[in-house]
């Protein structure tokens, strides 16, 4: 078998485990299909953010730059699917999100068991 092609297979194989590096914690991206499309209300409370999605547990999980490693959950209070009734502070956001390999981002919607450790 030709080594550069035995070489590119044993990469590829080890893509998945990158997963594992986690600790049980959340979910390491090691391949997620994407982008994943997001829309909701905001109020500004965390300041500026840079993308987000909402998580398979109802919260949205947000990242302040693009470098960041992992996502943070924000509380329901600060962010909505739906727009808010009366007066409110709220401002619509539209996004998406591409991760890539060895972001943290917990309960990604779609990423299945085999991001999880």
């Given at each position: 078998?030709?080594?550069?092609?035995?070489?590119?297979?044993?990469?590829?194989?080890?893509?998945?485990?990158?997963?594992?590096?986690?600790?049980?914690?959340?979910?390491?991206?090691?391949?997620?299909?994407?982008?994943?499309?997001?829309?909701?209300?905001?109020?500004?409370?965390?300041?500026?953010?840079?993308?987000?999605?909402w998580?398979?547990?109802?919260?949205?999980?947000?990242?302040?730059?693009?470098?960041?490693?992992?996502?943070?959950?924000?509380?329901?209070?600060?962010?909505?699917?739906?727009?808010?009734?009366?007066?409110h502070?709220?401002h619509?956001?539209?996004?998406?999100?591409?991760?890539?390999?060895?972001?943290?981002?917990?309960?990604?919607?779609?990423?299945?068991?085999?991001?999880?450790?």
């Open positions: 078998m030709n080594r550069a092609l035995t070489f590119a297979l044993l990469a590829a194989a080890s893509v998945p485990l990158a997963a594992c590096a986690d600790g049980g914690v959340g979910v390491r991206v090691a391949y997620a299909p994407g982008p994943y499309a997001y829309d909701g209300w905001y109020d500004g409370y965390y300041g500026p953010i840079y993308d987000g999605y998580g398979s547990d109802g919260y949205f999980y947000y990242r302040h730059a693009e470098g960041e490693g992992a996502f943070v959950r924000g509380d329901r209070g600060h962010f909505m699917h739906e727009a808010p009734q009366g007066p502070n709220f619509p956001i539209h996004g998406n999100t591409a991760l890539r390999p060895g972001v943290r981002a917990p309960h990604y919607p779609g990423g299945g068991d085999r991001h999880r450790n």
